[in-house]
T-cell receptor, first 115, second 116 residues
Framework: AQTVTQSQPEMSVQEAETVTLSCTYD???????LFWYKQPPSRQMILVIR??????QNATENRFSVNFQKAAKSFSLKISDSQLGDAAMYFC????????????FGAGTRLTVKP | KAGVTQTPRYLIKTRGQQVTLSCSPI?????VSWYQQTPGQGLQFLFE???????NKGNFPGRFSGRQFSNSRSEMNVSTLELGDSALYLC???????????????FGPGTRLTVT
């Protein structure tokens, strides 16, 4: 079964600086999708970014980018120019493209942004 | 487009009772998934519905059930509530099943269920 591991329960970053959140996953499949979701204190989960495993190019969405290393099964999220509004729980998620499998989530990383 | 809506937002029940939670997906979305979120277990998948059929089920007891209507709205039911069922229940909708398209899921605000 696929598992997703986020080894950093908490991270802190100074406003305007850059922070990287780590995520690794375990799978024997070759075709899948990876996501980063953000859950602010209001609790509504928001999609931050997605990556297709068959694409070598790392996904980017404004200040958010990923470093996808398929061989290492690593999918880290980089937040540049951190803002106070980036403070939230961040979840890494995996979903198979080969089966109609459920979305597997990591335990989450709580990001604090210091002014 | 309106987002995913969930009702009620907060609910307090006592042990042994049953509860029904409702989820309205984004217009045009045909897949609805349900998750249980607790501090101890994190986000756990309950089930996924597509075209009124349950397509996928997580590792939860039979007390947890759901259904989907022809308009894609979904309900989740928990019977014989236990204290451990206290959690945030999240609903997420997507255009379709992951399959070959990797449809991302859009989440609702959740229903906070407290069992006393």
């Amino acid at each position: 079964a696929q598992t997703v591991t986020q080894s950093q329960p908490e991270m802190s970053v100074q406003e305007a600086e850059t922070v990287t959140l780590s995520c690794t996953y375990d799978t024997s499949e070759s075709d899948y999708y990876l996501f980063w979701y953000k859950q602010p204190p209001s609790r509504q989960m928001i999609l931050v970014i997605r990556q297709e495993a068959y694409k070598q190019q790392n996904a980017t969405e404004n200040r958010f980018s990923v470093n996808f290393q398929k061989a290492a099964k690593s999918f880290s999220l980089k937040i540049s120019d951190s803002q106070l509004g980036d403070a939230a729980m961040y979840f890494c998620a995996y979903r198979s493209a080969e089966n109609n499998n459920d979305m597997r989530f990591g335990a989450g990383t709580r990001l604090t942004v210091k002014p | 487009k309106a987002g995913v809506t969930q009702t009620p937002r907060y609910l307090i029940k006592t042990r042994g009772q049953q509860v029904t939670l409702s989820c309205s997906p984004i217009s045009g979305h045909r897949s609805v998934s349900w998750y249980q979120q607790t501090p101890g277990q994190g986000l756990q998948f309950l089930f996924e519905y597509f075209s009124e059929t349950q397509r996928n089920k997580g590792n939860f007891p039979g007390r947890f059930s759901g259904r989907q209507f022809s308009n894609s709205r979904s309900e989740m039911n928990v019977s014989t509530l236990e204290l451990g069922d206290s959690a945030l229940y999240l609903c997420a909708s997507s255009l379709g099943l992951a399959g070959r398209w990797g449809y991302e899921q859009y989440f609702g605000p959740g229903t906070r269920l407290t069992v006393t």
